[in-house]
């Protein structure tokens, strides 16, 4: 099975900015600490989450930045809950839907970062991170 996420990521490096920005529209994102550019999060920019919707495939995708390294899992835990709390925040700017079920029956298990909705995205993001904490974060007794 392909990895969409990293084929997206070279996919654009591979456009020239006129391409990219024909076929990819930048939805949202937090720019990362990192990044020294001095624009606002964009399709170009390194951003720790990001929305991007591909207008020839019709779906949305949500990247996070995974490059950093942590000196243990709770925090790790607490980067995701950090950017969970900042896709909560935009769903709730723009009047998205943060209780969209997940819908198990009849479908192919998957928590992929790409969908064809942003509440669908969000619903799939927050499944991840809630079960990585209940896995790595204080609720599994390692805070």
Excluded: Q
């Amino acid at each position: 099975m392909e990895n969409k996420e990293f084929l997206k990521v070279e996919m654009i490096e591979e456009l020239s900015v006129e391409e990219a920005e024909e076929r990819y529209e930048f939805v949202w994102g937090i720019k990362s600490y990192d990044d020294l550019s001095s624009s606002e999060a964009n399709l170009f920019t390194m951003n720790d989450i990001d929305i991007i919707f591909d207008k020839e495939e019709k779906v949305y995708y949500l990247g996070i930045e995974t490059a950093y390294m942590f000196e243990e899992k709770k925090a790790e835990s607490r980067y995701l809950s950090t950017l969970l709390d900042a896709f909560s925040d935009f769903m709730k700017e723009k009047g998205y839907d943060t209780e969209e079920p997940y819908f198990l029956w009849m479908s192919p298990v998957s928590l992929e970062m790409r969908a064809e909705s942003i509440p669908t995205l969000y619903t799939n993001f927050k499944i991840f991170v809630e079960g990585y904490n209940a896995l790595y974060g204080k609720e599994n007794g390692n805070e």
